[in-house]
Each structure stands twice: as structure tokens, then as C-alpha cells.
């Protein structure tokens, strides 16, 4: 089992930035891909960037060369830095972790953050 609890999310500006961060407790040794999906409202959840144990990235076109995913092993916690926001990244952002094990996999999702961005 792995509990996930974002934080940082808010209101900002148009260009503006924000840090989120996701503290991973529980099994998060066993962790193979950690990253961010959001939900627009009306629109289906998607992946927004995502990192493997390997330290492998992927993200989304929508955000390439503007948000960052990094992670922090020693504190168990995984950011997602967002700069030159724009309003239709307005969204609750969760985080996701994944675990690819022999009986399965185990998906686990955090509560959600806000973040919503103005023109």
C-alpha cells in the first residue's frame, strides 16, 4: 500500500508559477512510476509528467519546456514544478503512484489539488 498527500496548489496569475509536491508514505520502495495526471472539468484525467525508479521522464506535449518533475528519495516526495502558467492549465492535479508486481498492479491516487490560473 501507498498513501500519497499533495500540497501547493493555488491561485496564480497568467505566467505566473507554482511548486506541488507529493509525500509518498507506506511501500514506496516498491515504487516503479511515480508522477501527476490532472482534471479539467468536463474533460477526462490525463497525464501531465510522470518519472520511472530510473529516473526516466515523460510528460505531456502540453507542458514540455514549462513544468518539471523531480523527486526528492531521502523525503520520499515527488514535485512538479509549473512555470509560465496559463489558464487552461486550470485543473485539480493528483498525484499518482505505480506498482508493477507479480500480482498485479497496484495503482494509488492522492486527494487532489487545486490549481487554477487566471487571465
Known amino acids: 500500500q501507498v498513501q500519497l498527500v499533495e500540497s501547493g496548489g493555488g491561485l496564480v496569475q497568467a505566467g505566473g508559477s507554482l511548486r506541488l509536491s507529493c509525500a509518498a508514505s507506506g511501500s514506496t520502495v516498491s515504487i516503479n512510476v511515480i508522477g501527476w495526471y490532472r482534471q479539467a472539468p468536463g474533460k477526462q484525467r490525463e497525464l501531465v509528467a510522470a518519472?520511472?525508479?530510473?529516473?526516466?521522464?515523460n510528460y505531456a506535449d502540453s507542458v514540455k519546456g514549462r513544468f518539471t518533475i523531480s523527486r526528492d528519495n531521502a523525503k520520499n516526495t515527488v514535485y512538479l514544478q509549473m512555470n509560465s502558467l496559463k489558464p487552461e492549465d486550470t485543473a485539480v492535479f493528483y498525484c499518482n503512484a505505480k506498482i508493477f508486481a507479480g500480482w498485479g498492479t497496484g495503482d494509488y491516487w492522492g486527494q487532489g489539488t487545486q490549481v487554477t490560473v487566471s487571465s
Open positions: 518519472i520511472t525508479s530510473g529516473g526516466s521522464t
